[in-house]
Structure formats: C-alpha cells, structure tokens
C-alpha cells in the first residue's frame, strides 16, 4: 500500500489536501468575483467567478477521484474491477483538465473584452479536442495551460503598466506564480517538483483572493 499507482502514499495524501486546499481558496475567489458583481454589475467580475468556479470545481473532482481510488486499491479492489478503476481515474484526469482549462479560458475571454461568444466556443471546443485527441494528455494540458495563463499575464501586465493600480499588481504577480507553476513540471518531474508547484499555486490564488477582497471592501465603504 505504500506505492500504490507506483507512487508514494505521502505524495498521494499531499495532493489530496492541496487539491482540497485548491478547491476552497478557488471557491473563495468565485464568491469575492460574485460579490463584486452583484455591488456593480460588471460583466467581467460575472465571468471571473465562472471561471473560478469552474477551477474550484475542477479540483474538488480530482480530489474525490482520488480519495475513491485510494481507498478501493487500499481494500484490495472490492467488488470492481482493476479495469473500471482505470477508466473512473482516465476519466476523472480528463474532467478535471478539461473543467481547469475552460476555467482559464473564461478568464482570457474576459481580456478580449467582446460579447462574441463565437470566439469563446471556438476556444472551448478547441481545448477539448487538444486534450481529447493528445497522446500525451498531462503534456498538452501543460502547455496549453501554460499559453492561457501567459496570455493572461500579459493582459494584466499592459492593465498594471496603464494604471498603476496595486491591487492589479497583486492579480499580475499571482497569475504569474501561476505561470510558474504550470511550466515547472514541463522540465521536471519530480516529486519536489510538485510540492513547490502546489505551492506557487496555492500563493497565487491567495493573492488572488486578496486583491478582490479587498476591491469588495472598498465596494462596500463607498456605499
């Protein structure tokens, strides 16, 4: 039971919790986004929750698909067979990279600043048939994450550069860790390789959280 999908038990339980980490940190950051639409009805604090929502979501999926993995091939696969576990973990994989990247999607879309919805389909459709398609599933989910979030950091950089607003800065640093985060594995993939993604991400989110926090507060000052 110490190696169980040929890695370790510590790094599986680590996951797990960062994942569990993830999921609330991501949801805190939807609701924050929400908050700061229903205060000013901007459609891009709407589709900034979406987008995390979605991330949230994605997380608490991989989690439980996990932990279910986990605990049948810790009971010796009772009453199901090695060939389902695989497919529920093949399965559960896709979903959570698919969920991920059309949570990132739905935040670059808000950077085109347009309501043509054409372009937002054509980007979803197109990310489900890279990671459909791909031999290499975690590679290509990887990469095309990295180019989402690039793409992201680049809007709030030319945000930070025209308006010098610190609570921009805190988006731009934290996508940025995010960006990080996502190209470390690309060139390594070790175990602490991993650990110090987790938590790249985990600081970027925080940030995240942060900088709408405290946009809610000054929302709510100035009532």
């Not at 604090?45 to 091939?73: E, M, N």
């Not at 919805?117 to 290499?136: G, H, M, P």
């Not at 995010?178 to 970027?204: C, R």
Request: net charge positive; glycine share 4%.
């Amino acid at each position: 039971m110490a190696y169980l999908f040929l890695v370790p038990e510590w790094f599986i339980n680590f996951r797990v919790i960062m994942e569990i980490i993830f999921f609330a940190v991501a949801g805190l950051v939807a609701l924050y986004s929400f908050n700061i639409y229903r205060l000013s009805c901007q459609r891009e604090s709407k589709l900034f929750g979406i987008g995390f929502s979605l991330i949230s979501i994605s997380y608490l999926l991989r989690a439980i698909i996990t932990i279910f993995l986990f605990k049948q091939l810790g009971e010796g696969v009772r009453g199901i067979t090695l060939e389902t576990l695989n497919f529920i973990g093949i399965l559960g994989v896709y979903a959570y990279m698919v969920l991920f990247t059309i949570g990132l999607i739905t935040i670059l879309y808000i950077t085109f600043k347009t309501k043509n919805w054409q372009i937002y389909t054509l980007l979803v459709v197109a990310d489900i048939l890279i990671l459909r398609l791909s031999a290499n599933k975690t590679l290509s989910f990887y990469l095309f994450s990295t180019i989402l979030i690039f793409f992201i950091c680049m809007h709030y950089a030319k945000e930070y550069i025209k308006y010098n607003n610190g609570k921009t800065a805190l988006v731009f640093i934290a996508f940025f860790l995010l960006l990080a985060s996502t190209i470390e594995p690309l060139f390594s993939n070790t175990y602490n390789t991993y650990v110090i993604s987790d938590i790249m991400e985990l600081g970027a989110y925080l940030l995240i959280a942060a900088s709408l926090f405290l946009t809610v507060r000054k929302s709510l000052r100035s009532r």
